[in-house]
């Protein structure tokens, strides 16, 4: 079976996509291979992030260089930080670049793939869990009530260092979750980063809390497989894949 290459646009201090992504995808009957290239950002700030955007025009030529099948612009929050709409104008441009040098995979980024995925779950009225500051949390807050979300509590874990928000332990994000107030949600976001790690939260929450739980990185795994045409059933990662989802009404 010939793999579907998946390309990965990361932060250089980002280790989790590059964990959970594989992980996720292992678990499909079809086959895939990873191929990274990465963007200097160490530190969480609004200065790093748009230098950090700075540098996609380069890696997106590197994965065109690797002939990849789907290209995932990693990194949630860099795209959120620039302003509502920014997922789609983000992969427009990629789309155009790599049009250019006749090279046409699937193009996504965690920021549309975490919407796509919370429309799929027919979510209007979501909670979320970030590692970020509070300003940058604020940022993604706002971008998700652009795109039509009723953001009803959220919590900010206040870390600035990327490399720390990749060490975050799963029970001090659970702690968070358990503190919003999620009567009314409908959906909740255990992670709204690539970085901060969840696979073995998402099913475990969504039997403590009784709604759908997602993170970046099951909105990601949800959207390449789609963008693929690939049946986005994957055992062990909540209701977002778990099978046929109803239509969004």
């Not at 990361?10 to 291979?33: C, G, K, Q, W």
């Not at 950090?52 to 990194?75: H, I, K, P, S, T």
């Not at 693929?228 to 989802?245: D, E, I, Q, V």
Request: net charge negative.
């Amino acid at each position: 079976m010939t793999p579907h290459r998946i390309g990965l646009v990361v932060p250089s201090s980002n280790v989790t996509v590059e964990t959970e992504i594989p992980a996720l995808l292992a678990r499909h009957t079809e086959a895939f291979s990873f191929h990274s290239s990465r963007m200097r950002m160490h530190k969480v700030s609004p200065e790093e992030l748009r230098a950090m955007n700075a540098q996609r025009e380069r890696c997106v030529d590197e994965l065109a260089d690797a002939g990849v099948d789907a290209l995932l612009y990693a990194c949630l929050v860099a795209v959120m930080a620039q302003g509502p709409g920014e997922h789609e104008r983000t992969e427009k441009a990629v789309i155009g670049q790599l049009a250019a040098r006749n090279a046409h995979p699937a193009v996504l980024s965690s920021a549309g793939a975490l919407v796509e995925g919370l429309h799929a779950l027919g979510a209007r009225r979501i909670a979320l869990v970030t590692p970020y500051l509070r300003p940058l949390a604020e940022e993604v807050v706002g971008y998700l009530r652009a795109e039509g979300f009723d953001v009803v509590d959220w919590v900010a874990l206040e870390v600035g260092d990327n490399a720390e928000v990749g060490c975050i332990p799963g029970d001090r994000v659970l702690a968070a979750a358990r503190g919003l107030n999620l009567e009314n949600a409908d959906a909740l976001v255990i992670s709204a980063c690539v970085q901060m790690p969840s696979l073995d939260l998402v099913e475990p929450a969504e039997t403590e809390f009784g709604l759908p739980v997602l993170s970046a990185a099951t909105a990601g795994a949800y959207a390449l497989l789609r963008q693929l045409n690939l049946a986005p059933c994957l055992p062990g990662a909540g209701r977002l894949l778990a099978g046929p989802l109803p239509s969004p009404g």
